[in-house]
């Protein structure tokens, strides 16, 4: 049975939303941009009125990804497990995937680097548990390798070495090199790696002690 789009009303709770009259019925709800796709007098046939609440759902779900990686970039992996636990179907789940690469807001290149200029700025770690953390995301290795390609493992060890330290800077001396050895390991860097980056923060831990000692 057909039905005939009487009036189409903005939700006064839910701005987003616009309730759709059929015959002078409010029949169904959908997203604002879906909303203007329609028109006061256009006939829906039922399977017309099953594709508008589809697509309109598509859309709550694609404004709801936008929102994600708005807030910080994300691998297609992460999306792809959000959306499965809000139990989103696999069909809806494609839909939203595909506009979000053709938005170019998915992009596992772009995120991989940017999960690496985030970790050299405010968490600095080698590169073999960068590595690990980006599997886990979900993005390959090709471009994994791609995105760490140059990276400087001693640079980063040293820089981590200087953020542990404000940690451990009131502990003894022999403390002090345990705490920060264990601090680098857990953050991937090798012995060969550790070794120096400790001797250097050593040494300045033992200038400021000097220094404390001196201003007493």
Do not use: C
């Amino acid at each position: 049975m057909q039905k005939t789009v009487t009036s189409l009303k903005l939700n006064v709770r839910r701005p987003h939303l616009v309730d759709v009259y059929l015959d002078g019925v409010p029949e169904m709800k959908v997203m604002k941009s879906i909303a203007l796709t329609l028109s006061v007098g256009q006939v829906f046939a039922p399977e017309d009125i099953e594709d508008v609440k589809r697509r309109s759902y598509e859309e709550k779900m694609y404004q709801q990804t936008v929102g994600l990686v708005s807030r910080r970039p994300r691998s297609e992996r992460e999306i792809r497990e959000r959306l499965m636990r809000k139990n989103v179907p696999n069909e809806t789940q494609e839909v939203v995937i595909s506009r979000l690469h053709e938005a170019r807001l998915l992009d596992d290149t772009a995120f991989a680097r940017s999960w690496v200029e985030n970790r050299i700025t405010f968490r600095p770690r080698s590169a073999w548990a960068i590595k690990i953390e980006l599997m886990k995301k979900g993005v390959s290795a090709e471009r994994i390798d791609e995105v760490l390609e140059g990276f400087d493992d001693e640079a980063a060890a040293f820089q981590a070495a200087s953020v542990g330290a404000r940690k451990y800077r009131n502990l003894d001396r022999e403390l002090f090199r345990k705490r920060l050895g264990a601090y680098l390991a857990r953050r991937g860097f090798q012995y060969h790696l550790i070794s120096p980056a400790v001797k250097h923060e050593l040494q300045v831990h033992a200038g400021d002690e000097q220094e404390s000692e001196v201003t007493k």
